[in-house]
């Protein structure tokens, strides 16, 4: 190595000179590009998706969490630009990759994405560059996979380029927490990478907490995916004992968390999406069976929540019995199908399952979803209906998936429609009407 590349890598993100990379320009990297310009960096994105790439280069923005006039000003100012030409890659000196990591359809990993982006790094790599992977994946990813495939050009990693794992940890639609105040997990191949990358997110976020290894920090991302995964599941089936027991599982809840210390409130719902919490623990459990080792907490926690859409169609079919109707041939309106609140985001959304359960048994379908305008599931698509509208015209049943703030529960209860509530959402409403998760 030529030991001025280290030092004059450090030298450009101390400086602000360093030109940064950004692979992927999803939920996780826009937001992450945006951070890196705001710390004063020149920052190009780089996507698969020319209509992102398009819409970025266009001052535009496409996700809710990033302000368009960020990205406008970004651009203008010359210090944001994005493209679908990976051979500039080259010209990074950090490159941080944020791409999907979902699962075959045998919830094994698919690292295709992954993969391919680091084939674009590994096309243009040079001494001196930074890379660091962000998406989340099994422990083993950053120096397993990454690490051969860019060594393969004859750099040697830690020497002439810099490796890094740093888990995304963002919220999506969080305003309290954001990449800007998350602390950031940094673990470097070796310690010229953790030092060079922790240098560079220093510059951007406010806390940077070093580990010792790339595995340490891919792990720790999977404990804390887990944790909410099992938890959940933990919840989900008290939910379902409380049923049984006819015990309101929610007052148990905000009772329980009165408690200072040794507990942390989970609630229950319709099962779980998004793009992590249902995926990261198979990774990590994929992982651990190639060692011989089973996760029994992932397993049965999997089971339980994916069992919840199932079990909101079961209070379904009970609300509706409760008024001598079926599912079969009954009207059934659905309030909120993104995945969580106050998102647009459907990957993964428990909601496309409690649709497709009901359409099976035959109900007739409808929803309304302001982030939603449109859905797809298991081949059919519809579009969303204005909720108004849709009480105007006396559905058979409605079912409250998603707890969107600003909905009108008043209207929903007032309309005197049966309603399974599978958030809460009616916590201060009373009635025969309110069928309770
Ligand atoms: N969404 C979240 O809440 C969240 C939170 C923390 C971590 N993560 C993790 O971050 C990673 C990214 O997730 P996301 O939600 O931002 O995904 P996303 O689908 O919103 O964005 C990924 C982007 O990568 C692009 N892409 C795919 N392959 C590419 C390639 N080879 N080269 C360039 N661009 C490519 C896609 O076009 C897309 O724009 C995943 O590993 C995810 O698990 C996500």
């Known amino acids: 190595m030529n030991p001025a590349t280290f030092s004059t890598l450090l030298d450009r993100i101390r400086t602000k000179q360093a030109r940064v990379g950004v692979i992927g320009l999803g939920y996780v990297g826009l937001p992450l590009a945006i951070e890196l310009v705001h710390a004063g960096f020149t920052v190009t994105g780089f996507d698969v998706d020319s209509h992102k790439t398009d819409r970025i ?76 992977l962000e998406s989340t994946t099994y422990p083993g990813t950053t120096d397993e996979v990454v690490q051969p495939m ?24 969080n305003q309290q927490f954001t990449t800007k105040n998350i602390p950031k997990i940094v673990g470097g191949v070796g310690p010229k990478s953790t030092e060079a990358a922790c240098a560079l997110y220093s510059a951007a976020v406010q806390h940077v907490v070093p580990v010792s290894s790339t595995r340490v920090a891919e792990m720790v991302k999977l404990l804390e995916n887990t944790f909410r995964a099992v938890n959940i599941g933990l919840v989900n089936e008290i939910a379902l004992m409380c049923h049984k027991m006819d015990i309101g599982v929610w007052e148990v809840i905000d009772a329980a968390k009165t408690k200072p210390f040794g507990f942390m409130p989970f609630y229950p719902g319709p099962g779980l999406g998004g793009h992590c919490i249902p995926i990261d623990p198979f990774y990590l459990s994929w992982k651990a069976r190639q060692n011989g080792f089973e996760c029994r ?47 647009n985001d459907m990957r993964e959304s428990p909601a496309l399952d409690v649709l497709e359960v009901l359409r099976k048994r035959g109900a007739v379908l409808t929803y309304s979803d302001p982030w939603v305008p449109h859905l797809t599931y298991d081949g059919h698509t519809l579009s969303s209906t204005d909720l108004a509208a849709a009480l105007a ?39 025969a009407t309110i069928f309770r998760l």
Do not use: W
């Not at 490159?95 to 084939?119: G, N």
């Not at 040697?156 to 810099?162: H, M, S």
């Open 57 to 132: 280069n266009a001052g535009k923005s496409y996700i809710p969490d990033v302000p368009e006039a960020d990205i406008a000003a970004s651009v203008k100012s010359g210090k944001l630009s994005a493209t679908t030409d990976m051979s500039q890659l080259g010209a990074m000196d950090a490159i941080d990759i944020c791409v999907p990591t979902p699962l075959r359809k045998t919830k094994d990993p698919d690292l295709s994405y992954v993969v391919l982006a680091v084939e674009a790094v590994a096309a243009t790599l040079r001494a001196g560059q930074l890379v660091i």
């Open 150 to 173: 860019l060594e393969d050009t004859g750099l040697k990693a830690d020497v002439d380029f810099f490796l890094a794992f740093s888990p995304e940890r963002v919220d999506p639609g």
């Open 297 to 343: 907490f992932i397993e049965l926690a999997g089971q339980i929540n994916s069992s919840m859409p199932d079990y909101v169609v079961e209070r379904v079919a009970e609300a509706l019995n409760s008024v001598r109707k079926s599912i079969n041939g009954s009207r059934i309106h659905l309030i909120g199908v993104a995945y969580k609140r106050d998102v």
């Open 393 to 431: 015209h006396s559905p058979d049943c409605a079912v409250i998936c998603t707890d969107h703030t600003g909905t009108d529960y008043d209207a929903v209860v007032n309309s005197g429609t049966l309603v399974v509530d599978t958030r809460n959402a009616l916590k201060n409403h009373q009635g």
